[in-house]
């Protein structure tokens, strides 16, 4: 009865005009599964094809992660917007679905998918956004039903319009480094921070000039692939960021790490005037000029490297 | 000139271009090196060998290079197949500017006493009228790519690539075929109106110093991805002064508007792979003139004013063919280029008429 | 002698004072573009000037 109850008012909660953008940003299996069947709900599995295929919760359709990621030398590169305008209306996504999107949850990196493609769907003009918490395997645990069906669905003919306050480009950076009133936030783990290790898409170690290091993985209930709760969210955001600024840019290597910081510091802590930089260092290490940064190697060491490199 | 000096400022320069440049710019400008100390120190001239064989029957030059060119083939074009989109070879359109070019080339390097590599290495040497000719090359090298399209326009055909159309093994079989028939004729030449006397044709110091010379090619080949070339960076060298200048704009230009001729104008000329191997030349060639200074003939002002027409000539001959001696020649030939084949035909019946030049300048 | 070593001393004078020139007037040298030392392997296609160009 109980259940129903909750289930009930979240249906009210999420179909009435007034409550247009209030849905929440994170549902637990136990909140979405009542959900699952309501027709304005679009539960979106961004698993490989594959595993979607082998099992899925009912009602599900599937958009795998690579198809909102960019080429393999950029793939924080957000692919043309026709491109993703033509993935979003097949999936019947528009400005009444409430878009839920499920990934692995196999831990915290994997929510970093969930987290880029509902930025995406946000920076498509999307409101009602939803990501599963702890994904297929706490609806998995929780022993919810899945099936494998292939749910028709009508396509849409929503036309995007850009929210570009939540995007960051090369060129914003760039202006932002300076600015004591901005924040350049590097998600990833404090190695890549400190220019101890690096990702393949990168030219060098390091991170952006005057950048500050909350690595993605603060955001998790320590031992689990659960995200943390909006007062929970708050308390992180406000121990590390005492103070208010204008602007908030968060970047990893390609824009999948950043997703979760971005998303935390966003959707869940509700600082205001958060932006994500998609590209991240792939593209900021690989630009014609060499752009600010801090922690890279010195030019003896990356001379040595490249001579120990010789003999690998 | 002492040498401890000139080796430590040359040292210096290595470790300056891996710390400021590059670490493959600074091994390029070592393998410059060898070929300079090689080209100066066995005084290893493709322009005296070519003479040497018209006007005395010494076909001993000419061997040497035959035996570079399969040495250098040798190596070059299995590692062109091995490594497809890693290594480029030399591959010039055949086209009526390399007809006039490769002409011209071998007329004005006998005026000039001195090819590609031989002006470089007898400018290092220190030889006044080789230094002269290297502004004169750079403005002719520059002038030749400015006008090149107009001169492609002429007719062209796109370039062949042995390797790409037969394979390594059968293009050097290929280039083994044909280095025996130019050996032959060379030899058939050489004892031409017999003396009785056995003529010269083998060198060891200069089959030596062809083999290392090709074996440093090769080198330039597996480190800068492409082959050994002398005349690109004089043209470079050239269109930066003439921008520099404001006498020449590079947008307006077919050659230099292209991305690559195009970022090589605003990057450093360190960071080109001719001009690198090119200061190399010199500085390998100065060392060795530390020890070994040449001797010095002196001109008169019209000697002085042919020579120097022939430097420009050179400059200007050598963009239109495609390359020098060594981008034509060596590289071409080596990496299965047909053009470099149709240059050497062109540039030795230009050297026939140069020689003869050569003589009524009383060179 | 004399002429020779100073026309040898005027020619690299020349040729460093143009390269200095060059040096200051280009863009700096970009070292996380730097290429790797051997092409060969390097699975970089070659981008440099060269003689056969057209």
Redesign the interface.
């Known amino acids: 009865m109980k259940r129903l109850l909750i289930a009930a008012s979240l249906v009210l909660a999420t179909s009435s005009p007034a409550a247009f953008a209030s849905v929440p940003p994170v549902l637990t299996p136990q909140e979405l599964d009542p959900l699952s069947s309501a027709p304005s709900v679009r539960i979106i599995d961004i698993r490989p094809a594959t595993a979607y295929a082998e099992n899925h919760i009912p009602g599900a359709v599937s958009a795998p992660y690579a198809a909102w990621r960019g080429p393999a030398d950029s793939p924080g590169k957000l692919p043309e917007v026709t491109t993703l305008a033509r993935l979003v209306q097949q999936l019947g996504l528009d400005n009444e679905t409430h878009a839920v999107v499920v990934s692995t949850g196999e831990n915290a990196t994997d929510f970093g998918a969930a987290a880029r493609v509902y930025w995406t769907l946000k920076y498509l003009g999307l409101e009602k956004l939803s990501v599963l918490n702890g994904g297929m395997q706490s609806w998995q645990a929780a022993g919810l039903p899945q099936d494998q069906s292939q749910p028709q669905v009508a396509a849409s003919n929503y036309e995007p319009r850009l929210n570009t306050a939540i995007l960051a480009t090369q060129a914003d950076v760039l202006s932002q480094i300076d600015n004591p009133q901005a924040r350049l936030v590097d998600a990833r783990p404090t190695a890549f921070f400190l220019g101890e290790t690096k990702a393949p898409t990168a ?2 170690p390091g991170t952006i000039r005057n950048a500050v290091n909350i690595e993605h993985s603060v955001w998790f209930k320590p031992g689990t692939n659960e995200i943390v709760s909006t007062g929970e969210a708050k308390a992180i955001a406000a121990e590390r960021f005492p103070e208010l600024v204008d602007d908030t840019i968060a970047f990893c290597n390609t824009g999948h790490w950043a997703a979760t910081d971005w998303f935390a510091l966003s959707e869940l802590a509700g600082i205001a005037n958060v932006r994500m930089y998609p590209e991240s260092l792939a593209e900021w ?2 630009a ?3 752009l600010p940064m801090d922690n890279t190697p010195g ?1 003896g060491s ?2 040595l490297s ?2 120990k ?2 003999f690998n | 000139m002492s040498r401890l000096p000139l080796s430590l400022t040359i040292a210096l320069g290595i470790l300056a271009l ?2 400021f440049v590059s ?1 493959r710019q600074s091994v390029l400008f070592l393998v410059g090196l060898g070929m300079g100390g090689i080209l100066a120190g066995a005084r290893f001239g493709f322009t005296t060998g070519w003479r040497r064989l018209i006007e005395q029957r010494d076909a001993s030059g000419v061997m040497a290079q035959i035996g570079l060119l399969a040495v250098a083939a040798a190596f070059s074009m299995p590692l062109l197949a091995l490594f497809p989109n890693d290594l480029m070879a030399a591959l010039g359109p055949p086209s009526i500017s390399l007809l006039v070019g490769a002409f011209v080339f071998g007329a004005a390097m006998q005026i000039a006493d001195g090819c590609g590599s031989g002006t470089l290495y007898k400018a290092g040497l220190g030889i006044p009228l080789n230094m002269a000719i290297l502004p004169m090359f750079m403005l002719g090298s520059f002038l030749g790519s400015a006008h090149l399209d107009r001169w492609l326009s002429l007719g062209a055909t796109p370039p062949i690539g042995l390797v790409n159309e037969v394979g390594p093994m059968n293009a050097f079989g290929l280039t083994l075929i044909g280095l025996a028939v130019v050996g032959a004729l060379a030899l058939a030449w050489s004892r031409r109106g017999g003396s009785g006397e056995a003529p010269r044709w083998l060198d060891r110091r200069l089959l030596i110093a062809g083999a290392g010379l090709a074996l440093l090619a090769v080198l330039n080949l597996l480190i800068a991805g492409q082959p050994w070339g002398v005349v690109y960076g004089f043209g470079l060298w050239g269109a930066k002064i003439a921008t520099a200048a404001g006498v020449f704009d590079p947008g307006a230009n077919a050659f230099w508007s292209q991305p690559g001729n195009w970022s090589a104008l605003t990057q450093t000329v360190f960071l080109d792979v001719t001009t690198i191997t090119n200061l190399g030349i010199l500085a390998g060639a100065l060392w060795i003139s530390a020890r070994k200074a040449p001797g010095s003939t002196s001109l008169t002002a019209k000697q002085w004013a042919i020579g120097l027409l022939a430097g420009f000539l050179l400059g200007y001959s050598s963009r239109l063919a495609f390359g020098c001696n060594v981008g034509a020649m060596v590289s071409g030939i080596s990496t299965g280029s047909l053009h470099g084949w149709i240059w050497v035909a062109m540039a030795f019946c230009g050297s026939l008429i140069g020689v003869r030049l050569r003589r009524h300048f009383s060179f | 002698m004399r002429t020779r070593t100073a026309a040898l001393a005027l020619f690299w004078i020349v040729l460093l004072l143009f390269l200095g020139w060059d040096w200051l007037h280009s ?2 040298v ?5 290429l ?3 092409a060969a392997g390097s699975g970089k296609a070659p981008t440099g000037g060269h003689c056969s160009a057209f």
């Open positions: 030219s060098t290490t690989n014609s000029h060499a030019r990356q001379l490249q001579l490199g010789l | 891996a710390w670490l | 863009t700096p970009n070292h996380r573009q730097e790797p030392l051997i």
